[in-house]
C-alpha cells in the first residue's frame, strides 16, 4: 500500500543528487542508459555507413551477420547496426516527448485539482477518470489511426492518454502539503494562487513526478515501438525500431537477425529504465520505511 | 452510506464514465480533418458519390444528433458497417470476440498460477537472493516487446524444436477432419464440451505460444502486486504468532499471509485483463489469431473508421465493466474496502 507521502524532518524540498542513493542494480542500468545514449548521439562515429542508416540503399540484401555488417542487412542492404542506432536516436526521442507532453499537461493540472479542490478537482478528476477508462495503448492505436502517420501526430496519440497519472501523482503530493503552515502563510500575506503553485508547491511535485518518468520513459518506449510495429509509427525511410521489426517479420525466421537485433535493443533500453526507475523508487521505499520504523507503532 | 447505495453510485459513475467515452470516441472520429464520407465512397469517389455518402451516413445533421444516432444505434448493438468489406461491424466483433476471450482467460490462467506463487515465494525472505532475482525477473518480463518476443518464441519452439504449431487457431487436417462446432466461439472450450478430443489437442496446442506471449507481462505484474501485499502483511503479529507456533513456512506463507493479500492479487486480475485487452492487438497481429485485436489491426491499416471505433468502444466498455467487478469483489471480500 502506497503511503501518503513521506515524513520529513524539515519542511522542504529534497536536493536532487539524493535521489543517486542507488543500489548496484540502478547504477548499473545509470550507466547502460548512459552507454546508449553516447552511442546515439555519435551514431555517425559508430558506423561506417551513416547514410545507410538514414535511410540510403545499400548493395548487399538480406546478408547475415559478417564483420563486414556485424548485425547483417536488411532487405534494402542497409547495415542493421546502422539502422539500429539511428532508430535509437528516434526511439528515444519519441519517448522523451511523450512522457513530457505527459508531464506538461498532467502536472500543472494535478496542481490545480489539488491547490483549489472543490468543483475544480471534481471536474479534472472525473476527467482523468475517463481518460484512464481507456484500455492502455488501445487509445493510442485509436489516436494515431485517426491522426495520421507522422512524429508529432505519434506523440499526441500516446501523450493524450498518459497524462492522467501524472495529474494523480501532482494531486495527491499537492493535498500532502496543501494545509502546511507554510503555504497558509503565503495565502494570508495575500501571495497570489498562481505563484504559490509555481514556488511553494511545485517543488514538492517535482521529486515523484521526475521518478514516476523514469520509469514511463521504458514503457514510452514499447509503446512507441509497438504502434510503429504496427504500422503507426513514421513513414520509411525513417529508421525505427518498432518499424524495422515489421519489415523483418516477412524474412522471419529465415533472416533471424533481421527481427532479433532491433528487438534485442528495445528490451535493453526499455529494461535499462525500468530497472534505474524502480531501484530509484526502491530505495525511497527502503528510506521511507527505515524512516518510520523508528516510530512507535 | 450504504453499501447499497455506494453500490449504486458506483455503478453510476461507471455509466456516466462510458458514456464520456463514447463521447470522446464519437468527437474524436468527427473532429479530425479526415472526411468519413470520402473514406466511405472510397479512393477514386467522385465528388457527388462523396455528397451522398455524406448523406447516407448523417454527417450533414448537426453533431448533436450525428451523437445521439450513434449512441442509440450502439445501445442497440449496432455499429453500422465496416467501410472496408462492408460487413455489420457488430456481427463481426460477435464472430472474434470469443477468440480473443480465449486468449485472455488463457493468458490470465497462467499469469496467476505462475505469478502469485513466485510472489508468495519472493516474500518469503524480504530483500534475500531469490527476492532480488525475482524482482529482477519481473522488470524484465515488464520489458519485453511482446511482438518481438513471439516470433523468438516461433523460431524456439516452431522451427527448431518443431514442438509448437506457427500460427492459427486450429490447423487444416483439423479443419477438415474433425471441425469444431461453434458452441461459444472459444475453439478448445468448444472441442471440450463436444468432446472432439482430437480438435482439443489441436486447439490447445495453438493457444500455448500467444498465451505464453500475452501473459508475460501480466506474470510480472501478478508476482510484484504479490510480493507487494504479501511484504506488508508478513511483518504483521498474527504472522509473527504464527511462526511462533512453530507453523511450517510454506503453511504461513500459503495458508495465513496469502489469504490476507488476496485484495491486492484481485487488482492485479483487474490489471491484467486491462493489459491483455491491449495486448492482445500485438499478440494476434503475430499468430494470425482470428480475434478483435487482428480485425482492429486490419482495420487501421484500411482506415476503417467505424470498426476502429466500435472496437474501442467495446474493448472500454468490457475494461471499465471487469474493474467495476474487481472493486465489488474487493468491497465484499474485504469489509475495509469502501466502495466510493
Redesign the interface.
Known amino acids: 500500500?502506497r503511503h501518503a507521502a513521506p515524513t520529513h524532518r524539515r519542511p522542504g524540498p529534497r536536493p536532487i543528487l539524493s535521489l543517486w542513493g542507488l543500489d548496484r542494480?540502478g547504477t548499473l542500468s545509470f550507466v547502460v542508459i548512459a552507454v546508449i545514449l553516447g552511442c546515439i548521439a555519435l551514431a555517425p562515429f559508430l558506423t561506417g555507413y551513416p547514410e545507410q542508416g538514414l535511410g540510403t540503399p545499400g548493395p548487399d540484401r538480406l546478408v547475415a551477420p559478417s564483420s563486414e555488417h556485424i548485425m547483417g542487412t536488411d532487405r534494402l542492404g542497409r547495415d542493421l547496426w546502422a539502422r539500429i542506432l539511428y532508430g535509437g536516436r528516434l526511439s528515444v526521442l519519441l519517448a522523451v516527448l511523450v512522457v513530457s507532453l505527459a508531464v506538461i499537461i498532467g502536472t500543472p493540472l494535478g496542481i490545480i485539482a489539488g491547490y483549489f479542490g472543490g468543483w475544480v478537482d471534481e471536474v479534472i478528476m472525473?476527467v482523468v477518470?475517463?481518460f484512464l477508462?481507456?484500455?492502455?495503448?488501445?487509445?493510442a492505436?485509436?489516436?494515431s489511426?485517426?491522426?495520421?502517420p507522422g512524429l508529432l501526430n505519434l506523440v499526441l496519440a500516446i501523450g493524450l492518454g498518459w497524462w492522467p497519472w501524472y495529474t494523480r501523482i501532482a494531486r495527491a503530493q499537492v493535498l500532502s502539503y496543501r494545509q502546511r503552515p507554510f503555504v497558509e502563510a503565503a495565502e494570508f500575506m495575500g501571495v497570489h494562487p498562481v505563484t504559490i503553485m509555481r514556488r511553494h508547491l511545485l517543488p514538492f511535485v517535482g521529486t515523484p513526478v521526475m521518478i514516476q518518468s523514469t520509469l514511463d520513459l521504458?514503457?514510452a518506449i514499447?509503446t512507441v515501438?509497438?504502434l510503429s510495429?504496427?504500422?503507426?509509427g513514421l513513414p520509411p525511410p525513417t529508421p525505427d525500431w518498432?518499424q524495422i521489426?515489421s519489415e523483418g517479420?516477412v524474412y522471419?525466421?529465415d533472416r533471424?537477425w533481421y527481427?532479433?537485433f532491433?528487438?534485442l535493443a528495445?528490451?535493453t533500453v526499455?529494461?535499462a529504465f525500468?530497472?534505474l526507475g524502480?531501484s530509484i523508487r526502491h530505495s525511497r521505499e527502503s528510506e521511507h520505511s527505515r524512516a518510520t520504523n523508528h516510530e512507535p507503532s | 452510506m450504504g453499501t447499497l447505495s455506494a453500490l449504486l453510485r458506483r455503478l453510476l459513475m461507471t455509466l456516466v464514465v462510458i458514456v464520456c467515452v463514447s463521447i470522446i470516441t464519437f468527437l474524436a472520429t468527427r473532429l479530425l480533418p479526415t472526411d468519413p464520407a470520402a473514406l466511405y465512397a472510397g479512393p477514386r469517389a467522385s465528388a457527388e458519390k462523396i455528397d451522398a455518402a455524406r448523406l447516407a451516413l448523417g454527417l450533414d445533421k448537426p453533431l448533436v444528433s450525428q451523437y445521439l444516432t450513434f449512441a442509440g444505434d450502439a445501445l442497440r448493438g449496432d455499429f453500422g458497417v465496416s467501410f472496408r468489406t462492408r460487413q455489420p461491424i457488430s456481427a463481426d466483433i460477435a464472430r472474434f470476440l470469443p477468440a480473443t476471450l480465449e486468449l485472455i482467460v488463457a493468458a490470465m490462467f497462467l499469469a496467476l498460477v505462475i505469478g502469485i506463487p513466485l510472489g508468495v515465494i519472493a516474500a518469503a525472505r524480504p530483500e534475500g537472493k531469490l527476492d532480488q532475482v525475482l524482482r529482477l525477473f519481473a522488470i524484465s518480463l515488464a520489458s519485453i516487446p511482446g511482438f518481438w518476443v513471439a516470433m523468438i518464441l516461433q523460431l524456439v519452439f516452431f522451427k527448431w524444436l518443431n514442438w509448437l504449431p506457427l500460427s492459427g487457431r486450429v490447423s487444416t487436417e483439423t479443419m477438415l477432419f474433425s471441425p469444431i462446432e461453434s458452441i461459444t466461439g472459444m475453439g478448445t472450450v468448444d472441442a471440450l464440451i463436444t468432446r472432439n478430443w482430437v480438435a482439443f489437442r489441436d486447439a490447445f496446442a495453438h493457444l500455448i505460444l500467444p498465451a505464453l506471449t500475452l501473459s508475460l507481462y501480466p506474470i510480472g505484474l501478478a508476482l510484484r502486486m504479490t510480493r507487494g501485499a504479501m511484504g506488508a502483511v508478513m511483518s504483521e503479529r498474527h504472522i509473527t504468532t504464527a511462526r511462533a507456533m512453530g507453523l511450517s513456512q510454506s503453511t504461513i506463507l500459503f495458508r495465513f499471509a496469502l489469504k490476507n493479500a488476496i485484495v491486492p492479487v484481485l487488482t492485479v486480475l483487474g490489471l491484467t485483463f486491462a493489459f491483455s485487452l491491449t495486448g492482445a492487438v500485438l499478440v494476434e497481429v503475430i499468430f494470425d489469431w482470428p480475434g478483435l485485436g487482428a480485425y482492429v489491426t486490419a482495420a487501421i491499416l484500411a482506415v476503417d473508421f467505424p470498426v476502429i471505433m466500435a472496437v474501442t468502444l467495446v474493448g472500454t466498455v468490457i475494461y471499465v465493466g471487469i474493474n467495476f467487478l474487481v472493486d465489488l469483489a474487493q468491497a465484499m471480500l474485504d469489509p475495509r474496502v469502501r466502495l466510493s
Open positions: 500500500m542494480v472525473r477518470d475517463v477508462a481507456f484500455p492502455p495503448l488501445l487509445l492505436i485509436f489516436l489511426a485517426l491522426l495520421g521504458g514503457s514499447l515501438a509497438a510495429f504496427l504500422g503507426l518498432g521489426i517479420r522471419f525466421p533471424w527481427v532479433t532491433p528487438g528495445i528490451f526499455a529494461l525500468n530497472l524502480d
